[in-house]
């Protein structure tokens, strides 16, 4: 186990290096990328952009550069180029807001997914099946800014159901926290719980035609105890594989559109605006923040995986 | 006479597949008597399997045509309703399975799957059932059980698994166990340790047993009685000497003289039976066997019915008189069949 975490860690490190390389040159390519002229702003001339310049390394070659920039993030003073706030603390006031969203969105989808996911699978073939199917592929098509903004326009304008936006603190107001946040939620959710449940549906299928499900209907077991313990217990495994990789990449980025849309002023807010003003620091920073919970998830993937299925656990071959 | 256990009747499976329908199983009848060892003999597609899973009701599906009947001590199985048929299942008849190495479910414990089916049929405490499996894992011949009961099923071998499998039968206590080929995914060795132990409970508990192979050395080694099915339908049922010693089924006679027997020359090549076996999409008219047979004549374009010719208890399906069957059987002893009795 010891050398199994040490290993993650390691290919943790050796990923996020590569992602921090990667954003930076990408930046220094693209064009209208040059943050001395940015800062400098509209009426500069050339005694304030050599001054610019200097003042905050430009002038330095991309290798140094690389590593001073690395040395804030580190160090956490990492500052933004257009508003010179600190990203670190930028990120941290974010960060609530993202994890409300996030993590109430995946409770949402997990749960939806295995119910219509299993009965999908149960019925397969009926009517239940078939209605879940459409229903399924109705929310994978949907993109979020289509509808998020259906939501808003019809529940929160036409008929004012919901709050159009804002945040409220859980600490500060439970109900008014979902209250607010539902609406986030449902949008995020959508389509996880379209893709899952089909995912889910197949696995399954797959499994009640195995042969221990088989031996478990020959002991007398009830056609639910089957399904539950054996064809669905089963089925979960690669759900929840999907599940780490997908957490990790919403709560990185992926609830950027929905934060945008709900204007929640979360993590992914934050880099949809550092993206506008082409800001190095907020987006690296942002970067390295999602890069982490999309390794970090992944190696958790990992070890629940290994719970849920004694033969990777014991490193045995399966079989 | 010892009471009659089960008793099947003009059972006839269908499945709706995609290519049209297939008839599995046409018309099968037997019976089986407490303590008895009824080997169902054929080979792949002969319709064994499904008869022995349509037994338990594991062949129920929205596209299978059950037909005839299926009583257990009188009571109609193939009709009962869910909840009746999972008391029957494991209690009055379990069912091991021909790949033990599928047959377990890897994500959870041995032991948790035998006590998961003593829960299931009775309110017994995690600490009783846990007794009862060790106690399971013992009399199958596992050992060191008290620690074996918390392996997964990929810490056991094929054999254990096996074995594993027999002792979750044996859980409830049943009257007749089921096992399909329960022995083919093994090695020889463990093969016989297999059919030692079946043997054993077949004894020792009086558990009826069927046993579906296509294996003639299982057959002899532990067999009472045994049918042979080809096609769907019992083609020769009789007593384990009526069928070994006076085969009276032209399949029946390709399947002994294709075994390889010490007692033959070394060189001697086996014979075998040319051609396929039918599709049971579209099964040849009459004698599914007349296109391989090669004693076939006019008349078996119709259906010949399963009846006794030589000795009690002993039926066979071919219209070849009993005179030429004797003829036949030894004329081609070398090609087809075997020798007449030693007698």
């Given at each position: 186990?010891?050398?199994?975490?040490?290993?993650?860690?390691?290919?943790?490190?050796?990923?996020?290096?590569?992602?921090?390389?990667?954003?930076?040159?990408?930046?220094?390519?693209?064009?209208?990328?040059?943050?001395?002229?940015?800062?400098?702003?509209?009426?500069?001339?050339?005694?304030?952009?050599?001054?610019?310049?200097?003042?905050?390394?430009?002038?330095?070659?991309?290798?140094?550069?690389?590593?001073?920039?690395?040395?804030?993030?580190?160090?956490?003073?990492?500052?933004?180029?257009?508003?010179?706030?600190?990203?670190?603390?930028?990120?941290?006031?974010?960060?609530?807001?993202?994890?409300?969203?996030?993590?109430?969105?995946?409770?949402?989808?997990?749960?939806?997914?295995?119910v219509f996911g299993y009965l999908s699978a149960v019925k397969a073939g009926g009517f239940t099946d078939r209605a879940l199917t459409i229903l399924a592929l109705v929310g994978i098509s949907m993109p979020v800014f289509f509808l998020g903004a259906i939501l808003l326009?019809?529940?929160?304008?036409?008929?004012?159901?919901?709050?159009?936006?804002?945040?409220?603190?859980?600490?500060?107001?439970?109900?008014?926290?979902?209250?607010?946040?539902?609406?986030?939620?449902?949008?995020?959710?959508?389509?996880?719980?379209?893709?899952?449940?089909?995912?889910?549906?197949?696995?399954?299928?797959?499994?009640?035609?195995?042969?221990?499900?088989?031996?478990?209907?020959?002991?007398?077991?009830?056609?639910?105890?089957?399904?539950?313990?054996?064809?669905?217990?089963?089925?979960?495994?690669?759900?929840?594989?999907?599940?780490?990789?997908?957490?990790?990449?919403?709560?990185?980025?992926g609830a950027i559109i929905t934060e945008s849309i709900f204007s929640l002023n979360g993590v992914g807010q934050y880099a949809a605006d550092a993206i506008t003003n082409v800001d190095l620091p907020p987006i690296m920073g942002v970067t390295l923040f999602g890069a982490?919970?999309i390794v970090f998830f992944n190696a958790l993937v990992d070890i629940t995986y290994a719970w849920l299925d004694p033969r990777i656990r014991l490193g045995t071959e399966a079989r | 006479m010892s009471e009659q256990l089960l008793s099947v009747r003009d059972l006839r499976?269908?499945?709706?597949?995609?290519?049209?329908?297939?008839?599995?199983?046409?018309?099968?009848?037997?019976?089986?008597?407490?303590?008895?060892?009824?080997?169902?003999?054929?080979?792949?597609?002969?319709?064994?399997?499904?008869?022995?899973?349509?037994?338990?009701?594991?062949?129920?599906?929205?596209?299978?045509?059950?037909?005839?009947?299926?009583?257990?001590?009188?009571?109609?199985?193939?009709?009962?309703?869910?909840?009746?048929?999972?008391?029957?299942?494991?209690?009055?008849?379990?069912?091991?399975?021909?790949?033990?190495?599928?047959?377990?479910?890897?994500?959870?414990?041995?032991?948790?799957?035998?006590?998961?089916?003593?829960?299931?049929?009775?309110?017994?405490?995690?600490?009783?059932?846990?007794?009862?499996?060790?106690?399971?894992?013992?009399?199958?011949?596992?050992?060191?059980?008290?620690?074996?009961?918390?392996?997964?099923?990929?810490?056991?071998?094929?054999?254990?698994?096996?074995?594993?499998?027999?002792?979750?039968?044996?859980?409830?206590?049943?009257?007749?166990?089921?096992?399909?080929?329960?022995?083919?995914?093994?090695?020889?060795?463990?093969?016989?340790?297999?059919?030692?132990?079946?043997?054993?409970?077949?004894?020792?508990?009086?558990?009826?047993?069927?046993?579906?192979?296509?294996?003639?050395?299982?057959?002899?080694?532990?067999?009472?009685?045994?049918?042979?099915?080809?096609?769907?339908?019992?083609?020769?049922?009789?007593?384990?000497?009526?069928?070994?010693?006076?085969?009276?089924?032209?399949?029946?006679?390709?399947?002994?003289?294709?075994?390889?027997?010490?007692?033959?020359?070394?060189?001697?090549?086996?014979?075998?039976?040319?051609?396929?076996?039918?599709?049971?999409?579209?099964?040849?008219?009459?004698?599914?066997?007349?296109?391989?047979?090669?004693?076939?004549?006019?008349?078996?374009?119709?259906?010949?019915?399963?009846?006794?010719?030589?000795?009690?208890?002993?039926?066979?399906?071919?219209?070849?008189?009993?005179?030429?069957?004797?003829?036949?059987?030894?004329?081609?002893?070398?090609?087809?069949?075997?020798?007449?009795?030693?007698?």
């Amino acid at each position: 186990m010891a050398r199994f975490v040490t290993r993650r860690l390691v290919g943790m490190v050796v990923v996020l290096f590569a992602i921090s390389v990667l954003v930076f040159l990408i930046f220094n390519v693209i064009p209208g990328g040059d943050p001395g002229k940015r800062i400098c702003g509209k009426n500069c001339n050339n005694a304030l952009l050599t001054q610019i310049n200097k003042d905050w390394g430009f002038n330095d070659s991309l290798p140094v550069q690389y590593v001073t920039m690395m040395k804030k993030v580190f160090t956490g003073e990492l500052v933004s180029y257009s508003s010179q706030l600190n990203v670190d603390q930028q990120i941290k006031k974010g960060i609530p807001i993202t994890f409300s969203l996030c993590i109430g969105a995946a409770v949402i989808w997990m749960a939806f997914a295995i119910v219509f996911g299993y009965l999908s699978a149960v019925k397969a073939g009926g009517f239940t099946d078939r209605a879940l199917t459409i229903l399924a592929l109705v929310g994978i098509s949907m993109p979020v800014f289509f509808l998020g903004a259906i939501l808003l326009l019809y529940l929160t304008s036409k008929i004012q159901l919901f709050p159009t936006a804002g945040y409220v603190s859980l600490t500060s107001d439970p109900v008014q926290w979902a209250y607010h946040l539902f609406l986030p939620w449902i949008t995020l959710a959508v389509l996880f719980v379209g893709f899952y449940s089909r995912v889910l549906r197949s696995n399954m299928l797959d499994v009640m035609n195995e042969d221990y499900v088989r031996t478990a209907r020959a002991k007398g077991l009830s056609e639910r105890q089957v399904r539950i313990h054996h064809v669905l217990r089963n089925s979960m495994i690669p759900v929840i594989t999907l599940f780490g990789l997908d957490f990790g990449a919403v709560i990185g980025g992926g609830a950027i559109i929905t934060e945008s849309i709900f204007s929640l002023n979360g993590v992914g807010q934050y880099a949809a605006d550092a993206i506008t003003n082409v800001d190095l620091p907020p987006i690296m920073g942002v970067t390295l923040f999602g890069a982490f919970f999309i390794v970090f998830f992944n190696a958790l993937v990992d070890i629940t995986y290994a719970w849920l299925d004694p033969r990777i656990r014991l490193g045995t071959e399966a079989r | 006479m010892s009471e009659q256990l089960l008793s099947v009747r003009d059972l006839r499976v269908r499945f709706t597949t995609e290519d049209g329908i297939v008839h599995a199983v046409d018309g099968v009848s037997f019976d089986l008597a407490a303590g008895e060892v009824l080997a169902i003999v054929g080979e792949s597609g002969s319709g064994k399997s499904v008869t022995a899973q349509t037994i338990m009701g594991l062949t129920r599906s929205p596209n299978a045509r059950i037909e005839g009947s299926v009583a257990y001590r009188g009571r109609e199985l193939l009709t009962a309703d869910d909840e009746e048929l999972m008391r029957v299942r494991g209690e009055e008849i379990a069912m091991i399975f021909q790949d033990p190495m599928t047959s377990l479910n890897p994500v959870y414990k041995v032991g948790d799957q035998i006590g998961e089916a003593i829960q299931a049929h009775r309110h017994e405490s995690d600490h009783k059932a846990r007794e009862q499996t060790i106690e399971l894992l013992a009399a199958v011949g596992i050992p060191d059980p008290s620690k074996r009961v918390d392996n997964y099923p990929h810490e056991y071998s094929g054999g254990m698994r096996q074995r594993a499998m027999i002792a979750m039968g044996l859980a409830l206590e049943p009257t007749v166990l089921i096992a399909d080929e329960p022995s083919t995914a093994l090695d020889v060795t463990i093969q016989a340790q297999i059919l030692r132990l079946l043997e054993q409970l077949n004894r020792d508990r009086d558990l009826a047993v069927i046993i579906i192979t296509h294996d003639l050395g299982v057959v002899a080694e532990i067999a009472d009685r045994v049918l042979v099915m080809y096609g769907g339908r019992i083609i020769e049922s009789g007593s384990l000497e009526q069928i070994f010693y006076d085969p009276q089924h032209p399949y029946t006679w390709g399947l002994l003289g294709s075994l390889a027997r010490p007692d033959r020359p070394r060189t001697m090549r086996l014979s075998q039976i040319t051609g396929q076996p039918p599709s049971l999409l579209a099964p040849p008219a009459g004698c599914h066997f007349r296109p391989r047979c090669p004693h076939a004549f006019d008349r078996c374009t119709r259906v010949p019915p399963l009846e006794t010719r030589v000795g009690e208890n002993h039926a066979d399906r071919c219209w070849l008189s009993v005179e030429q069957k004797k003829t036949l059987r030894v004329v081609k002893t070398g090609e087809i069949g075997l020798e007449a009795p030693a007698a």
